[in-house]
């Protein structure tokens, strides 16, 4: 059975440094993976995705994310948070098969700090 | 470009009555449409998947005679709520994808969510 668990509910950081927002999946076979954003009262925004190719998926805004089967691991990280960052973050992940449904992690609500 | 629309994004109406939203993906024809729900502070919660031309298929606990949904075409799926009660106020959200032409999987595309709120 395929799972997505985000570590942390809630990530503080100060505007300017680094972002680590961290997910870890479960999958039997080959996953695609994606990262997105959501801000209040909107839908979600794709950042990134994996799906097999490289292992460093660079995305949108200068966000990236290294997938890493041995450690079942996909983080997403930023090099310098901006306020405009401040966000739910979700870390999804989809089975093999026909119907594509995306599992979705629980969240990581990030607070970026003036 | 995949950019998914959806309509109303606020709606507020009287306990009994029912409830149309759209979804139109605008640059791209869409073979499968999702509707989720989503509660204050949670996750998403996917409801139904719907193929253009054939029958949703609802998630266990979906009521199929509360929300009906329709895909008549590629770029738009409707989500019904039919004779809506407070306990259906949330937030609805859907997404569109389309069949790879290669390998890989599509991702999703969201629609920017409707808030409903049912006296």
């Known amino acids: 059975a395929q799972s997505v668990t985000q570590l942390d509910s809630h990530v503080s950081v100060s505007e300017g440094t680094p972002v680590l927002l961290r997910c870890n999946y479960s999958?039997?076979?080959?996953?695609?993976l994606f990262w997105y954003v959501q801000h209040p009262n909107k839908g979600l925004q794709l950042l990134l995705k994996y799906t097999s190719a490289a292992t460093l998926v660079k995305g949108i805004n200068g966000f990236e994310a290294e997938f890493k089967k041995s450690e079942t691991s996909f983080h997403l990280t930023k090099p310098s948070a901006h306020m405009s960052d401040a966000a739910e973050y979700f870390c999804v992940v989809t089975p093999p098969g026909g119907t594509y449904k995306y599992i979705f992690g629980t969240g990581t609500r990030l607070k970026v700090l003036a | 470009g995949a950019v998914v629309s959806q309509h109303p994004s606020w709606v507020i109406c009287k306990s009994g009555t029912s409830v149309k939203i759209e979804c139109r993906s605008l640059?791209?024809?869409?073979?499968?449409m999702f509707w989720y729900r989503q509660f204050p502070k949670q996750s998403l919660m996917l409801m139904a998947t719907?193929?253009?031309?054939?029958?949703?298929?609802?998630e266990q606990g979906v009521e199929k005679d509360k929300f009906l949904i329709n895909h008549a075409s590629l770029t738009l799926s409707t989500l019904t709520v039919t004779s809506a009660h407070p306990e259906d106020s949330s937030f609805y959200i859907c997404s569109a994808r389309t069949r790879p032409r290669t390998g890989g999987r599509q991702p999703q595309h969201f629609g920017d969510g409707t808030r409903l709120s049912i006296l």
């Open positions: 719907s193929n253009e031309g054939s029958k949703a298929t609802y």
């Open positions: 640059d791209f024809q869409a073979t499968t």
């Open positions: 999958s039997s076979y080959s996953p695609s």
